[in-house]
Every structure is written in C-alpha cells, then in structure tokens.
C-alpha cells in the first residue's frame, strides 16, 4: 500500500491514500473515524467514496480537504460523518485539540472550535503554512515570517514570556519554512535548514540535551539539513533531507521508535 498524507490524533488515524481515497481506524467514540457511528476500528476503513487531497487530526477531531477544494470535518462528538465547513476554497488545514485552523486559496487564514461551525479571520496576513496544538497555533506568513498565538504556557509561543495572546505574534525577526505546535512546546525549520525549539522540557522533548524549559526559540544541535517536524505530547520526532529519521524526548509507550525511555537530544530511528 502506498499513501501520500498521514494523520494521527489522540486515539485515532486517518490517511489518504495514493488513489485520493480517505481511510480512518483506531477509536471512535466522538465520531472522529467519519464512518456514520462510534464504533473503534481495529484496520482501515474507508470514509465513503470521494476523493480528497490532505486530511488532519487531533484530539477527537477529523478534517479533511475534498478534491474539489471544499473543506469537511467530523468527529468532537458533533457528528460521525463528513459535514461540510462554510467558506471559500481551501488549501491546507491543521487540527488541533481544542482548535482548527485552515487556510483557503485567497491565502486567508480562519481558525474555529473543533466541533463547531464558527469560523473566525486571523490578522490579515496571506498565510503559507499553520499548525494547531493543544491550545495554541503557530503559521507562517508568505514572507517566511513565523507567528503564534494562544495560551503561552511554559513559553512554547516563543515570545520570551509566558503571557496569552488572543492575536498572532511575531516570533523574532527570522525566516521559517516549518513549524510544528505540540502540547506545551513548540519546534520550527528555518530557512537555513536549521532546527529551533522551545516551550516546556521536563521530557527532553526540545532536544537540546537538558530538562530546561525555554520561553524563545533555541536551536537543536548544529546541523542544517532538516526537512521536517512533528511535536508531540511529550516528544518531538523530525525528518533530514537524506530520509533519516529522529527522535527525542519521552518514550515512555514507545513513541520514539529506538528502544530508550527518554533522551535529551536527537536519536536516529533505525
């Protein structure tokens, strides 16, 4: 089998496959599958028979963006089935615990409560790239400049303070290509290739080899040929430009693929 986007949420998954088709398994007690009830699925299972270009989860919440750039979502115990979100066309989306966000093709960028029809404008950048957390998000604007906002605790807004900020906020005056918001921390790519960090650490999850939290970005190591990254709950792992994987941070059911408990800085996955 062969797929082109992978999605993991808190309990569940979704992914399209290389034939545009859309699958989901694992729990579905908040209908976040998509498949009409609440029932865990144990193996993929189709979710209908459309065609879709990108799909995203998290928390208990599903969304997904069909091949004629309509946007529809399910799950957060609102409904277990695909429901059309209002708006213009889409791009990319992003969903997060307790929020979604999603740019349309104006490169507008509109946030809402997952499991409601609510959606909001924020700021009135033209948006490339956004990433929800738990209860924060971070996006990057079309001139590479890397903006957060929501709740800022243990600093992961990378602001330098861990003040809330209800409107996105400048983080420092760089150029970015990548960002990833997890659960209290927060890590980026530069336009260098260079890999930034920062927010809580108390797992090791910034991979700067110390249990520190950091409230602005810090930079993980000395290489510059990272491609990707994802942050976690309590772990961070990342791609480099040969394919290698990465991980860091707590282990403790396995989530870094290496066979440690924790580790403080960047582990290659074998």
């Given amino acids: 089998e062969e797929w082109n986007v992978l999605a993991q949420g808190a309990g569940h ?7 545009r088709s859309l699958w ?12 009409g009830d609440d029932d865990e699925r144990t193996s993929p299972e189709q979710v209908g028979a459309e065609q879709w270009e990108s799909v995203s989860a998290g928390g208990f919440y599903s969304c997904a963006i069909h091949d004629d750039r309509t946007l529809w979502c399910w799950g957060g115990g ?30 507008a960028l509109w946030c809402w409560e997952s499991g409601t029809d609510d959606l909001e404008r924020v700021g009135d950048g033209s948006w490339a790239s956004v990433s929800a957390g738990a209860d924060h998000v971070c996006a990057i604007d079309s001139d590479q400049s890397l903006w957060c906002w929501g709740d800022g605790e243990d600093g992961k807004l990378g602001l330098g303070n861990t003040n809330d900020f209800d409107e996105p906020q400048q983080v420092g005056s760089d150029q ?6 997890g659960l209290n921390h927060t890590c980026a790519i530069r336009d260098d290739e260079s890999l930034w960090c920062w927010g809580e650490n108390t797992a090791g ?18 290489d510059n040929d990272w491609s990707s990254v994802s942050s976690s709950f309590q772990h961070t792992l990342a791609l480099k430009n040969d394919g290698t994987g990465w991980a860091w941070g707590s282990s403790g059911n396995g989530h870094l693929g290496d066979g440690t408990a924790a580790v403080l800085e960047p582990t290659l996955v074998p």
């Fill in 24 to 35: 989901c398994w694992g729990s579905g007690h908040s209908g976040q599958l998509g498949l």
């Fill in 78 to 107: 609102s409904e277990n089935e695909p429901r059309q979100i209002s708006g213009d066309q889409w791009s990319a989306l992003s969903v997060g615990a307790e929020q979604s966000c999603a740019i349309d093709t104006d490169q």
């Fill in 176 to 181: 970015w290509r990548f960002v990833s918001s």
């Fill in 205 to 222: 999850q910034l991979g700067i080899g110390d249990n520190d939290t950091r409230i602005s970005p810090i930079r993980v190591g000395t």
């Fill in 13 to 19: 998954t979704c992914a399209v496959h290389s034939d």
